[in-house]
């Protein structure tokens, strides 16, 4: 939500050139200084000009899971991407990858994980994409499992995902119909824990 009273928050506009302060219940991954924080879920935030993304992720459903791209043929990998464009004061740190089947706790069907880590680059369509790769990871993930990767960020830092084969719910008598990889999440921190 924007601390701004030009603004609707349920408008399709969200930020103007004069705002200079947002609430929020969490980090956005852009640049900012606190201005206000106190013992609660919102806090008083100052942008820095000019409003930049630090990182992205791709790939995940609302609910955490990562299935394969849409229109994607039938047995294609589960995909997510991490972009790590920017890091607070332009420092290395680390991602932290969480890829998870806790979610279900249903009949095993292992499946291969593999991580890869790189140079973020500008595709030929002139999206986000995976350079020169530095580090690549691997792990089957099994169900009601999770594990927790770290993987060091120089930005621009690009995490791709892959996880095959995917199964579906709906194979074991379960209502969701989707083919799952894992519930996956990303994140940023300064030093490895």
Do not use: C
């Not at 606190?34 to 409003?51: G, H, N, Q, S, Y």
């Not at 999770?146 to 830092?157: G, K, L, N």
């Amino acid at each position: 939500m924007v601390a701004d009273e030009d603004i609707a928050v349920q408008g399709k506009e969200i930020l103007r050139p004069e705002v200079q302060s947002v609430i929020t219940e969490d980090a956005f991954g852009f640049p900012i200084h606190k201005v206000v924080t106190e013992a609660a879920p919102w806090r008083l935030l100052k942008i820095d000009r000019p409003l930049r993304l630090s990182s992205t992720p791709t790939g995940i459903e609302p609910d955490g899971w990562v299935t394969p791209p849409l229109g994607s043929p039938k047995g294609s990998p589960a995909f997510s991407a991490y972009n790590q464009f920017s890091t607070p004061d332009g420092k290395p740190g680390w991602i932290r990858i969480v890829v998870s089947r806790a979610g279900w706790r249903g009949t095993d069907k292992p499946g291969k994980v593999t991580i890869k880590v790189g140079r973020l680059v500008r595709g030929a369509d002139k999206q986000p994409a995976l350079g020169t790769i530095a580090q690549v990871l691997h792990w089957t993930v099994h169900s009601g499992k999770t594990r927790v990767f770290y993987v060091r960020a120089v930005p621009p830092t690009r995490v791709e995902l892959t996880i095959s084969p995917t199964f579906s719910p709906h194979e074991f008598g379960g209502s969701d119909s989707r083919q799952l990889g894992a519930q996956v999440s990303y994140g940023f921190a300064r030093s490895r824990p």
